[in-house]
DNA sequence: GCATCATGTTAATAATATTTTACATTATGT
DNA sequence: ACATAATGTAAAATATTATTAACATGATGC
């Protein structure tokens, strides 16, 4: 599967957050838990507002949790 | 007209690049000057992978450029 | 074994972003 | 006056992201 060019590190972030669910992720953002899996599976980037709702879940600056990964040339 | 609830400093941004003009940010980051416009007045937000380009053209972190504004309760 | 929870997969639909094209406006230079 | 460059506006078509729903798997507890 085509993977997006945008990394993230949400899996990583949500266990060292209590172990967060994707479930309770995806309701604290509003967004439903099929957003979640595509985004952590990279099947698609979030758009920039989902992204800083993210950032302020975790309490950290977006270019924590996202890094742009050019991929193609 | 609805404006999106990212708000972005662009402009000024380009006024500050030598007057980088819409036509050539465009076509740094690869995309049309319909686009640029659109961001710049608020019409939608940009890609989360368009601004990482778009951070990248000016040299500056993405939060720099882009703020979340929630807007609606 | 059965129920529950977290995660994963797929497909259809809705919503939003981007492209393309065309035309308008304002300022500048000749 | 005319040409050009930068910006703005609008509409239709396409691409990408997000939602919803249904079903599958592995782990855990009773």
Redesign the pocket.
């Known amino acids: 599967m085509q993977l997006?060019s945008i990394q993230n590190n949400m899996r990583k972030l949500?266990f060292n957050h209590d172990e967060m669910?994707?479930?309770e992720l995806a309701k604290n953002i509003?967004?439903?838990?099929?957003?979640i899996?595509?985004?952590?599976?990279r099947k698609?980037?979030?758009?920039l507002?989902?992204a800083f709702k993210i950032a302020g879940v975790f309490q950290v600056p977006l270019e924590e949790i996202f890094q742009y990964k050019p991929e193609k040339s």
């Not at 698609?44 to 758009?47: A, I, L």
């Open positions: 997006c949500r669910t994707q479930q509003g967004v439903t838990r099929q957003t899996i595509a985004i952590e599976s698609y980037s979030p758009t507002e989902l």
